[in-house]
Protein backbone atom coordinates (compact mmCIF):
# COMPACT_ATOMS: atom_id res chain seq x y z
CA UNK A 1 0.00 0.00 0.00
CA UNK A 2 1.03 3.35 -0.91
CA UNK A 3 1.11 6.72 0.90
CA UNK A 4 -0.28 9.76 1.02
CA UNK A 5 2.32 12.70 -0.31
CA UNK A 6 0.33 16.19 0.48
CA UNK A 7 2.64 19.30 -0.55
CA UNK A 8 1.66 23.04 0.44
CA UNK A 9 1.01 25.58 3.22
CA UNK A 10 1.19 24.58 7.51
CA UNK A 11 0.69 27.08 9.45
CA UNK A 12 -0.87 28.68 12.63
CA UNK A 13 -4.61 28.87 13.01
CA UNK A 14 -5.62 31.07 15.35
CA UNK A 15 -9.11 30.35 15.51
CA UNK A 16 -11.64 32.23 17.97
CA UNK A 17 -13.20 30.98 21.76
CA UNK A 18 -16.56 32.39 20.18
CA UNK A 19 -18.78 31.81 17.86
CA UNK A 20 -20.90 34.56 15.94
CA UNK A 21 -18.62 37.46 15.36
CA UNK A 22 -16.12 38.95 12.89
CA UNK A 23 -12.26 38.80 13.54
CA UNK A 24 -12.93 42.63 14.35
CA UNK A 25 -15.62 41.62 17.66
CA UNK A 26 -13.40 38.27 18.55
CA UNK A 27 -11.15 39.07 21.77
CA UNK A 28 -9.79 35.29 22.30
CA UNK A 29 -7.93 33.24 20.07
CA UNK A 30 -7.11 29.62 20.39
CA UNK A 31 -3.27 27.98 18.55
CA UNK A 32 -4.06 25.24 16.35
CA UNK A 33 -2.04 23.43 13.66
CA UNK A 34 -3.76 24.17 10.42
CA UNK A 35 -3.10 24.33 6.45
CA UNK A 36 -5.45 22.28 4.14
CA UNK A 37 -2.76 20.22 2.46
CA UNK A 38 -1.21 19.21 6.08
CA UNK A 39 -4.78 18.82 7.51
CA UNK A 40 -5.48 16.54 4.89
CA UNK A 41 -2.34 14.12 5.96
CA UNK A 42 -2.90 14.51 9.70
CA UNK A 43 -6.93 13.41 8.72
CA UNK A 44 -5.47 10.24 7.35
CA UNK A 45 -2.62 9.93 9.88
CA UNK A 46 -4.94 9.89 12.68
CA UNK A 47 -7.28 7.23 10.56
CA UNK A 48 -4.36 4.74 10.81
CA UNK A 49 -3.02 5.28 7.01
CA UNK A 50 0.46 6.30 6.32
CA UNK A 51 0.81 10.13 5.19
CA UNK A 52 3.95 12.44 4.64
CA UNK A 53 3.82 16.00 4.05
CA UNK A 54 6.08 17.88 2.02
CA UNK A 55 6.32 21.68 3.12
CA UNK A 56 8.07 24.52 4.91
CA UNK A 57 7.82 26.31 8.34
CA UNK A 58 10.30 28.83 10.29
CA UNK A 59 12.52 27.72 12.88
CA UNK A 60 11.13 28.90 15.00
CA UNK A 61 8.41 28.88 17.98
CA UNK A 62 5.67 28.04 15.56
CA UNK A 63 7.42 25.93 13.32
CA UNK A 64 8.63 23.69 15.68
CA UNK A 65 5.21 23.17 17.24
CA UNK A 66 3.46 22.00 14.04
CA UNK A 67 6.50 19.89 13.60
CA UNK A 68 5.34 18.13 16.80
CA UNK A 69 1.88 18.64 16.26
CA UNK A 70 2.11 16.60 13.34
CA UNK A 71 4.09 13.91 14.07
CA UNK A 72 1.50 13.43 17.18
CA UNK A 73 -0.86 12.84 14.83
CA UNK A 74 1.53 9.95 13.17
CA UNK A 75 2.24 12.21 9.67
CA UNK A 76 6.05 11.27 8.33
CA UNK A 77 7.85 14.68 8.74
CA UNK A 78 11.14 13.70 7.25
CA UNK A 79 10.14 16.25 4.15
CA UNK A 80 8.99 19.29 6.54
CA UNK A 81 12.13 21.72 5.99
CA UNK A 82 12.80 24.19 8.58
CA UNK A 83 13.82 27.78 7.54
CA UNK A 84 15.75 29.89 9.52
CA UNK A 85 15.62 32.71 7.07
CA UNK A 86 10.93 33.00 6.98
CA UNK A 87 8.67 32.75 9.81
CA UNK A 88 5.79 30.40 10.16
CA UNK A 89 2.61 31.58 8.62
CA UNK A 90 -0.18 32.78 10.55
CA UNK A 91 -3.94 32.83 9.68
CA UNK A 92 -6.65 34.42 12.21
CA UNK A 93 -9.99 32.90 11.83
CA UNK A 94 -13.44 33.81 12.91
CA UNK A 95 -16.63 31.85 12.69
CA UNK A 96 -19.36 34.65 11.65
CA UNK A 97 -23.21 34.42 12.57
CA UNK A 98 -24.27 33.52 9.24
CA UNK A 99 -21.96 30.91 9.32
CA UNK A 100 -19.51 32.25 7.05
CA UNK A 101 -15.76 32.59 8.48
CA UNK A 102 -13.49 35.04 7.99
CA UNK A 103 -9.59 34.88 7.43
CA UNK A 104 -7.03 37.43 7.77
CA UNK A 105 -3.10 35.71 6.83
CA UNK A 106 0.16 36.53 7.43
CA UNK A 107 2.88 35.74 4.69
CA UNK A 108 4.72 38.27 3.81
CA UNK A 109 6.31 35.93 2.75
CA UNK A 110 6.02 33.09 4.80
CA UNK A 111 8.60 30.11 5.13
CA UNK A 112 5.79 27.79 3.56
CA UNK A 113 6.09 30.37 0.09
CA UNK A 114 9.61 29.45 0.06
CA UNK A 115 9.93 25.83 -0.68
CA UNK A 116 12.23 25.39 -4.07
CA UNK A 117 11.62 22.96 -6.87
CA UNK A 118 15.06 21.46 -6.52
CA UNK A 119 14.19 20.74 -2.86
CA UNK A 120 11.50 18.08 -4.12
CA UNK A 121 13.23 15.19 -4.89
CA UNK A 122 12.28 12.42 -6.76
CA UNK A 123 13.17 9.22 -4.25
CA UNK A 124 10.54 10.26 -2.32
CA UNK A 125 7.84 9.14 -4.65
CA UNK A 126 6.89 5.70 -5.51
CA UNK A 127 4.90 3.84 -7.65
CA UNK A 128 1.60 3.40 -5.93
CA UNK A 129 1.66 6.40 -4.09
CA UNK A 130 -1.20 9.32 -4.03
CA UNK A 131 -0.15 12.67 -4.71
CA UNK A 132 -2.55 15.60 -3.42
CA UNK A 133 -2.29 19.00 -3.76
CA UNK A 134 -4.32 22.56 -3.07
CA UNK A 135 -3.97 25.99 -4.81
CA UNK A 136 -2.58 28.17 -2.38
CA UNK A 137 0.59 26.75 -2.97
CA UNK A 138 0.28 27.63 -6.91
CA UNK A 139 -0.02 31.31 -6.16
CA UNK A 140 3.83 32.22 -5.74
CA UNK A 141 6.84 30.97 -6.66
CA UNK A 142 8.97 29.25 -5.83
CA UNK A 143 6.40 27.26 -4.04
CA UNK A 144 4.02 26.47 -7.04
CA UNK A 145 7.30 25.30 -8.83
CA UNK A 146 7.66 22.72 -6.21
CA UNK A 147 4.37 22.04 -6.38
CA UNK A 148 4.66 21.46 -10.09
CA UNK A 149 7.41 19.56 -10.13
CA UNK A 150 6.33 17.28 -7.63
CA UNK A 151 3.46 17.19 -9.87
CA UNK A 152 5.26 16.79 -12.82
CA UNK A 153 7.26 13.85 -10.93
CA UNK A 154 3.85 11.82 -9.77
CA UNK A 155 2.75 12.36 -13.43
CA UNK A 156 5.97 10.22 -14.73
CA UNK A 157 5.61 7.81 -11.91
CA UNK A 158 1.69 6.93 -12.20
CA UNK A 159 0.67 8.14 -9.31
CA UNK A 160 -2.86 8.79 -8.36
CA UNK A 161 -3.05 12.60 -8.13
CA UNK A 162 -5.93 14.45 -5.94
CA UNK A 163 -6.63 18.00 -6.16
CA UNK A 164 -8.92 20.29 -3.97
CA UNK A 165 -8.59 23.94 -4.98
CA UNK A 166 -9.19 25.64 -1.54
CA UNK A 167 -9.95 28.72 -2.88
CA UNK A 168 -8.62 31.63 -0.86
CA UNK A 169 -9.39 34.52 -3.10
CA UNK A 170 -7.77 36.73 -0.25
CA UNK A 171 -4.41 35.47 -0.95
CA UNK A 172 -4.69 36.22 -4.81
CA UNK A 173 -3.74 39.03 -6.97
CA UNK A 174 -7.15 38.84 -8.35
CA UNK A 175 -9.99 36.51 -8.59
CA UNK A 176 -9.39 36.26 -12.48
CA UNK A 177 -5.78 34.72 -11.83
CA UNK A 178 -7.02 32.46 -9.12
CA UNK A 179 -9.81 30.81 -11.55
CA UNK A 180 -7.14 30.55 -14.75
CA UNK A 181 -4.39 28.98 -12.62
CA UNK A 182 -6.87 26.33 -10.53
CA UNK A 183 -8.17 25.60 -14.55
CA UNK A 184 -4.75 24.90 -15.49
CA UNK A 185 -4.55 22.07 -12.88
CA UNK A 186 -8.03 20.94 -13.10
CA UNK A 187 -8.02 18.17 -15.39
CA UNK A 188 -4.29 16.88 -14.43
CA UNK A 189 -5.78 15.08 -10.99
CA UNK A 190 -8.08 11.98 -11.39
CA UNK A 191 -9.63 13.03 -8.03
CA UNK A 192 -10.78 16.32 -7.49
CA UNK A 193 -12.98 17.82 -4.55
CA UNK A 194 -14.54 21.23 -5.35
CA UNK A 195 -17.32 23.08 -3.00
CA UNK A 196 -20.22 24.19 -4.69
CA UNK A 197 -19.09 27.52 -4.54
CA UNK A 198 -15.73 27.16 -6.15
CA UNK A 199 -17.41 25.43 -9.08
CA UNK A 200 -19.57 28.40 -9.83
CA UNK A 201 -16.78 30.35 -8.94
CA UNK A 202 -14.63 28.46 -12.04
CA UNK A 203 -17.31 28.28 -14.32
CA UNK A 204 -20.02 31.11 -14.16
CA UNK A 205 -22.63 27.74 -14.69
CA UNK A 206 -25.53 27.66 -12.32
CA UNK A 207 -26.80 23.70 -13.22
CA UNK A 208 -24.16 21.76 -11.12
CA UNK A 209 -24.32 18.57 -13.69
CA UNK A 210 -23.75 21.21 -16.92
CA UNK A 211 -20.76 22.81 -14.57
CA UNK A 212 -19.00 19.58 -13.89
CA UNK A 213 -19.57 18.19 -17.24
CA UNK A 214 -17.94 21.32 -18.59
CA UNK A 215 -14.63 20.96 -16.17
CA UNK A 216 -14.45 16.98 -16.40
CA UNK A 217 -11.92 16.38 -18.97
CA UNK A 218 -8.01 15.39 -19.34
CA UNK A 219 -7.13 12.67 -16.62
CA UNK A 220 -10.29 13.32 -14.48
CA UNK A 221 -11.84 9.84 -12.73
CA UNK A 222 -13.50 11.39 -10.17
CA UNK A 223 -14.81 14.66 -9.80
CA UNK A 224 -17.01 15.25 -6.31
CA UNK A 225 -18.50 18.45 -5.44
CA UNK A 226 -19.82 18.65 -1.78
CA UNK A 227 -22.41 21.29 -0.46
CA UNK A 228 -22.44 21.34 3.22
CA UNK A 229 -25.91 20.18 4.81
CA UNK A 230 -26.84 19.68 1.36
CA UNK A 231 -24.65 16.27 1.07
CA UNK A 232 -22.20 15.62 -2.04
CA UNK A 233 -22.51 14.67 -5.69
CA UNK A 234 -20.25 12.28 -7.40
CA UNK A 235 -19.01 12.10 -10.90
CA UNK A 236 -17.21 9.45 -12.51
CA UNK A 237 -16.81 9.12 -16.15
CA UNK A 238 -19.45 6.20 -15.54
CA UNK A 239 -22.10 7.35 -13.22
CA UNK A 240 -23.31 9.96 -11.35
CA UNK A 241 -24.79 9.48 -7.37
CA UNK A 242 -25.75 12.14 -4.32
CA UNK A 243 -24.64 11.50 -0.62
CA UNK A 244 -26.65 12.37 1.82
CA UNK A 245 -24.74 15.16 4.16
CA UNK A 246 -24.28 13.47 8.10
CA UNK A 247 -26.14 15.71 10.40
CA UNK A 248 -23.97 17.10 13.68
CA UNK A 249 -24.65 19.91 15.70
CA UNK A 250 -21.56 22.52 14.04
CA UNK A 251 -19.54 24.19 16.51
CA UNK A 252 -16.72 25.33 13.99
CA UNK A 253 -16.30 24.46 9.89
CA UNK A 254 -12.42 24.86 10.11
CA UNK A 255 -11.12 21.93 8.28
CA UNK A 256 -13.62 19.75 7.86
CA UNK A 257 -13.15 20.22 4.11
CA UNK A 258 -9.66 18.76 4.91
CA UNK A 259 -10.94 15.77 6.55
CA UNK A 260 -13.54 15.24 3.65
CA UNK A 261 -10.18 14.99 1.12
CA UNK A 262 -8.42 13.23 4.08
CA UNK A 263 -11.21 10.49 3.98
CA UNK A 264 -11.91 10.07 1.07
CA UNK A 265 -7.54 9.69 0.23
CA UNK A 266 -7.77 6.70 3.20
CA UNK A 267 -10.19 5.27 2.10
CA UNK A 268 -8.62 5.17 -1.40
CA UNK A 269 -5.13 4.09 -0.13
CA UNK A 270 -7.01 0.81 1.28
CA UNK A 271 -8.93 0.24 -1.60
CA UNK A 272 -6.37 0.54 -4.35
CA UNK A 273 -3.82 -1.53 -3.23
CA UNK A 274 -4.62 -4.59 -4.93
CA UNK A 275 -6.76 -2.72 -8.11
CA UNK A 276 -6.49 0.75 -9.87
CA UNK A 277 -8.42 3.87 -9.35
CA UNK A 278 -10.07 2.90 -12.84
CA UNK A 279 -11.22 -0.38 -11.49
CA UNK A 280 -12.28 1.07 -8.13
CA UNK A 281 -14.58 3.30 -9.41
CA UNK A 282 -16.69 0.88 -11.74
CA UNK A 283 -18.18 0.00 -8.71
CA UNK A 284 -21.31 2.39 -7.60
CA UNK A 285 -21.60 0.98 -4.01
CA UNK A 286 -17.98 0.83 -2.86
CA UNK A 287 -17.40 4.35 -3.96
CA UNK A 288 -20.68 6.02 -2.22
CA UNK A 289 -19.58 4.14 0.78
CA UNK A 290 -16.36 6.00 0.03
CA UNK A 291 -18.00 9.26 0.43
CA UNK A 292 -19.88 8.48 2.90
CA UNK A 293 -17.12 7.86 5.12
CA UNK A 294 -15.82 10.73 4.00
CA UNK A 295 -18.48 12.92 5.29
CA UNK A 296 -18.70 11.35 8.80
CA UNK A 297 -14.76 12.39 8.67
CA UNK A 298 -15.91 16.25 7.51
CA UNK A 299 -19.01 16.46 9.94
CA UNK A 300 -17.03 14.78 13.00
CA UNK A 301 -14.30 17.80 12.70
CA UNK A 302 -17.01 20.50 13.19
CA UNK A 303 -18.27 19.33 16.23
CA UNK A 304 -14.98 20.80 17.95
CA UNK A 305 -12.61 24.02 17.24
CA UNK A 306 -9.62 24.37 15.37
CA UNK A 307 -9.02 21.79 12.50
CA UNK A 308 -6.02 19.16 13.14
CA UNK A 309 -7.16 18.65 17.00
CA UNK A 310 -10.54 18.25 15.89
CA UNK A 311 -9.91 15.57 13.20
CA UNK A 312 -11.01 11.85 13.86
CA UNK A 313 -9.64 8.54 14.50
CA UNK A 314 -11.00 5.70 13.06
CA UNK A 315 -12.86 4.59 16.28
CA UNK A 316 -15.09 7.72 15.87
CA UNK A 317 -16.23 7.82 12.11
CA UNK A 318 -16.81 4.07 12.67
Known sequence: ?????????????????????????????????????????????????????????????????????????????????????????????????NGERDFLFYRD???DMMLTANEVEETWFEKGDIYHFGSVSLIHNPVK??????????????????????VRLALWDHAEAAKESILCYFNRAHVVKVSD?????????????????????????????TKGSSGSSVYTTGFALEVAAVKVDAQDTTGAGDAFVGGLLYFLQKETKNKDLASFLTDEEKVKEMVHFASKCGAITTTNRGAIPALPVLSEVK
Not at 54 to 64: L, P
Open 1 to 97: MGKVMSLGELLIDFVPKEKGKSLKEVMEFEKAAGGAPANVVAAIAKLGGDACFIGKVGNDAFGHFLYEELQNTGVDTRYLLKSDEYKTALAFVSNQA
Open 145 to 166: EATVEALRIAEEKGLIISFDPN
Open 197 to 225: EELFFLTGVEDETEAVRGLFGGVNKLVIV
Open 109 to 111: PSA
